[in-house]
């Protein structure tokens, strides 16, 4: 029984990983992925079930060390081919946008602009022009010695 459960197991989780990264991989690839994963589940079957089929925790350290290193195993690889796939569909929906963003660009046109003619601004008669006394616009910056500031009367 559980001979036939932990095979269940391993092609349903197979066939699972082989659907969704069946893009993704050369089927040499995906053979190794497939088959190490297998294992995989068949050793976790093994180090989990007595010989009824129930479910029993691993008595000895190294089995359980062994347990957790393929429980993470098979952790590791789905969430790496997660994130190629992920990996791949955004850098297939960044080529989609520079294509529609291209698209857009070469069929838009930019607005041509009308010349300006030049003319001459006056102030309005309420406002008079006032005198500039010589220097009272101008910028500049006087330079002081510590001498100097020292004897300026207090």
Same mark, same amino acid.
């Given at each position: 029984m559980s001979e036939t459960f932990s095979t269940e197991a391993a092609d349903q989780t197979s066939d699972a990983l082989e659907? !969704?990264?069946r893009t993704l991989f050369s089927g040499k690839e995906l053979d190794t992925l497939t088959e190490v994963d297998q294992v995989r589940a068949k050793l976790i079957d093994i180090l989990v079930k007595d010989e009824k089929g129930n479910f029993k925790v691993p008595g000895s350290t190294s089995e359980k060390v062994l347990l957790a290193q393929l429980l993470d195993g098979r952790d590791k690889t789905v969430m790496s081919v997660a994130k190629v796939r992920v990996a791949d569909k955004a850098a297939e929906s960044a080529k989609d946008f520079n294509a529609m963003a291209a698209a857009v660009l070469l069929n838009h046109r930019a607005p041509t602009r009308k010349k300006a003619e030049k003319h001459q601004q006056t102030l309005p008669e309420?406002? !008079?022009?006032t005198n500039v006394v010589p220097g009272e616009t101008a910028i500049g910056v006087r330079n002081f010695t510590m001498e100097e500031i020292m004897q300026q009367p207090e």
């Open positions: 659907a !969704k990264s309420d406002i !008079k022009p």
